[in-house]
């Protein structure tokens, strides 16, 4: 596609809950990035695939969080028993390959937890 | 967590002034650094990028600096217009296997007609 494509845009749940965001990243790029945002504050880093592995997924807060990736394109983020802390915009980013390249965000699927 | 990123520090600018935006980072054995500019329920945009082997780039109305000695990196943005308002991130690479790019909680231009 032309650019990274998250869905839902909005997604409105209630505490306990389990969600999935969906990422579909650019066609041809093989790196993909989770990050969270709370209002107002930076981005915080969830998880980075390179294809379908993870190599790094150290930012996931707890157990309750989980990726995944197929295909090497799309993934999807998983949050179990959802608290209201969770509430936040959660971005996705590709980059065509790896180290040291800019990436591209999507628009970012806003969680609320009720 | 502390919710301090609730207020944002602001730089306020006449519409046709520069601006100076200013970072520190973290890791003084970062090697790529990035700009990104977020508008309102938008994702952050790319801006521009420097590598560690340079300490100055230029794009179009806007330049970013690096001092490394000082772990510092600057955006200047020429000629500032209402369509540059918006929170602005810097970004570093921690480098390595992981390419974890590392954000620093923004700074709001807001640009005055």
């Known amino acids: 596609g032309a650019g990274v494509s998250q869905s839902p845009s909005n997604k409105v749940t209630e505490k306990g809950k389990d969600v999935e965001l969906r990422c579909d990243p650019i066609?041809?790029?093989?790196?993909l990035y989770w990050y969270r945002q709370s209002l107002g504050q930076g981005l915080e880093f969830l998880i980075y695939f390179q294809g379908n592995s993870a190599p790094d997924k150290s930012g996931l807060p707890s157990d309750r969080f989980s990726a995944e990736r197929t295909g090497g394109s799309v993934s999807t983020l998983t949050i179990q028993r959802t608290q209201q802390e969770d509430s936040a915009v959660y971005l996705c980013?590709?980059?065509?390959?790896?180290?040291?390249?800019?990436?591209?965000f999507g628009s970012g699927t806003q969680l609320s937890v009720l | 967590g502390e919710s301090v990123g609730l207020h944002l520090p602001t730089l306020s600018v006449q519409e046709g002034d520069n601006s100076i935006i200013n970072c520190a980072y973290s890791?003084?054995?970062?090697?790529?650094f990035i700009w990104y500019k977020q508008e309102s329920g938008k994702g952050p945009q790319f801006i521009i990028d420097?590598?560690?082997?340079?300490d100055k780039r230029q794009g179009q109305r806007v330049t970013v600096l690096l001092n490394k000695t000082v772990k510092h990196l600057s955006l200047q943005i020429a000629a500032t217009q209402p369509g540059d308002s918006a929170v602005y991130f810097c970004a570093e690479n921690y480098g390595g296997a992981t390419n974890k790019l590392i954000f620093g909680t923004g700074t709001l231009l807001a640009v005055q007609p």
């Open positions: 890791n003084s054995a970062s090697d790529y």
């Open positions: 980013a590709s980059s065509l390959s790896g180290p040291n390249e800019k990436l591209f």
């Open positions: 066609s041809g790029h093989t790196a």
């Open positions: 420097i590598r560690s082997n340079m």
